[in-house]
C-alpha cells in the first residue's frame, strides 16, 4: 500500500508560483504511476498531470500544459508540482494520486493524498 502526503497549498495572486510536494511511502513508489488532480468547489475531481515510473513522457491537461511542470524523485518517494502564472480557475483541493498505468481517469487511481487547498485570487 502507498499513503501519499502533500503539501504546499495555499493563497496566492494570479500570476504567482505555487510548488506542490507529495511524499510517498517508500513501498511500490518507484513502480506507481503517480498524478495530481484537483477538484474545485461544485465540480468533479479532474486530472491535471500524470508521470511514469521513470519520471519521462508527462502527460498533461490542455488546462495547465505550458504553465505547470511535473516532476519525481524516486530516491526521495516524492512528485513535485510547479505551477506557475496561476489562474483563478486553478484554483480547488489539489490531490497526488498513484496507480497502475498512466491516465486521466481517477478511478483507475488506487491510492490517494488528503489533498492540499490552492486559492488563487484574482
Known amino acids: 500500500q502507498v499513503q501519499l502526503v502533500e503539501s504546499g497549498g495555499g493563497l496566492v495572486q494570479a500570476g504567482d508560483s505555487l510548488r506542490l510536494s507529495c511524499s510517498a511511502s517508500?513501498?511500490?513508489?518507484?513502480?506507481?504511476?503517480m498524478g495530481w488532480f484537483r477538484q474545485a468547489p461544485g465540480k468533479e475531481r479532474e486530472f491535471v498531470v500524470g508521470?511514469?515510473?521513470?519520471?519521462?513522457?508527462?502527460y498533461y491537461a490542455e488546462s495547465v500544459k505550458g504553465r505547470f511542470t511535473i516532476s519525481r524523485d524516486n530516491a526521495r518517494d516524492t512528485v513535485a508540482l510547479q505551477m506557475n502564472s496561476l489562474k483563478s480557475e486553478d484554483t480547488g483541493v489539489y490531490y497526488c494520486?498513484?496507480?497502475?498505468?498512466?491516465?486521466?481517469?481517477?478511478?483507475?487511481?488506487?491510492?490517494w493524498g488528503q489533498g492540499t487547498q490552492v486559492t488563487v485570487s484574482s
Open positions: 494520486a498513484a496507480g497502475p498505468k498512466l491516465t486521466t481517469d481517477s478511478r483507475e487511481y488506487s491510492y
Open positions: 517508500r513501498r511500490s513508489f518507484s513502480t506507481s504511476i
Open positions: 508521470i511514469t515510473r521513470n519520471g519521462g513522457n508527462p
